[in-house]
């Protein structure tokens, strides 16, 4: 669905707040830091919806905006954020009582999450894009389900360049497709987005120690490697050269265990791909199997247990399926 939103029209009494209600309606509530003269206020969006997910550009007059606790409370959904931004960009937050001070270049990307108060100072009117990623689509991919803190891809680097890349055929190219397909896009671009999560929370601002860059490489190694029924502790350590000790100690930490990590994460892809538009026309058994299971009992009571129903209601019969090919 187009989502379009300009003040240029309206009266001026009415800009700031039919702003700030578009924002909280397609993105998060918003609290601007500093009046604004409601004869010169101007804001504009335009982009598109399609599954939880929305694509906006943004230009609007106010330089400083913040998200208060009062903003927190209010929305009603979880959500990760990316934004690009176009304009030199100070962004501050304040997590467990730490304040955190990002410096953003033109170009460069922010990735947040709904959870926290911030506030955004521009240097001139703000202007950026911004992508919402629905919390249930991202979090599966993400250590704890959560991000720690909010940090800066520089637009230079090649994860940045590839984030570009895909933000920018997203916006030219999802509006043509069909909404189940403009989702699946855009669930696959998840992976890019926690791949390059895990870089940056391994990097030197996020530890000093070898064990976060580790246990980040080795998620990386076992997403990878997920369709691969031999894939094991021993056949992950090996590749990694690490002893198997230190592989269980790096999952000890996380409160859980590789088997239970790889276990989720092909349940996860299992049900994304049944649901999906990838998974039209195949049956749940060639899904399993194609995701690394090798017994179906095995995965039908995994998959009630994590969420709560077979498999076969993600999906809405279809004249002529068989039994078998419905579940």
Not at 11 to 19: F, G, I, Q, T, Y
Not at 180 to 198: G, M, Q
Not at 211 to 235: C, G, I, N
Not at 289 to 304: D, E, I, Q, V
């Amino acid at each position: 669905m187009q989502v379009r939103f300009s003040t240029d029209r309206l009266p001026p009494h009415d800009r700031v707040r039919l702003w700030c209600d578009f924002h909280a309606k397609h993105a998060h509530s918003i609290t601007p830091t500093e009046p604004s003269d409601p004869n010169s206020f101007r804001a504009e969006a335009s982009g598109w919806v399609t599954g939880g997910f929305t694509l906006l550009n943004i230009s609007s007059e106010p330089s400083r905006v913040q998200r208060t606790g009062a903003d927190v409370a209010r929305d009603k959904s979880d959500a990760f954020f990316i934004r690009r931004f176009r304009r030199p960009v100070t962004w501050r937050v304040a997590l467990e009582g730490t304040p955190i001070e990002v410096i953003h270049e033109p170009g460069d990307f922010c990735v947040s999450s709904a959870e926290w108060r911030f506030e955004m100072e521009s240097q001139g009117p703000a202007a950026l894009d911004m992508l919402v990623i629905p919390q249930a689509a991202l979090a599966p991919h993400l250590a704890g389900g959560r991000l720690h803190r909010p940090f800066r891809l520089p637009g230079g680097e090649p994860l940045g360049s590839l984030l570009a890349a895909a933000i920018d055929a997203a916006t030219a190219q999802a509006p043509l497709l069909t909404h189940e397909l403009a989702e699946a896009v855009l669930h696959n671009f998840c992976s890019l987005v926690a791949l390059a999560c895990s870089t940056s929370e391994a990097g030197p601002a996020h530890g000093q120690t070898a064990r976060p860059a580790q246990f980040a490489t080795l998620k990386r190694y076992v997403e990878s490697h997920l369709a691969d029924p031999d894939l094991t502790p021993a056949s992950a350590a090996a590749a990694l050269g690490i002893s198997l000790r230190q592989l269980h100690r790096l999952f000890g930490s996380t409160g859980s265990t590789f088997a239970r990590y790889v276990l989720r994460q092909r349940l996860l892809r299992c049900r994304d791909t049944i649901a999906g538009a990838t998974g039209t026309g195949r049956s749940v058994i060639d899904i399993a199997f194609g995701w690394g299971f090798n017994s179906m009992a095995t995965f039908y009571r995994a998959f009630a247990s994590e969420f709560g129903s077979p498999p076969r209601v993600l999906r809405s019969p279809r004249p002529g399926d068989s039994h078998l090919g419905a579940e």
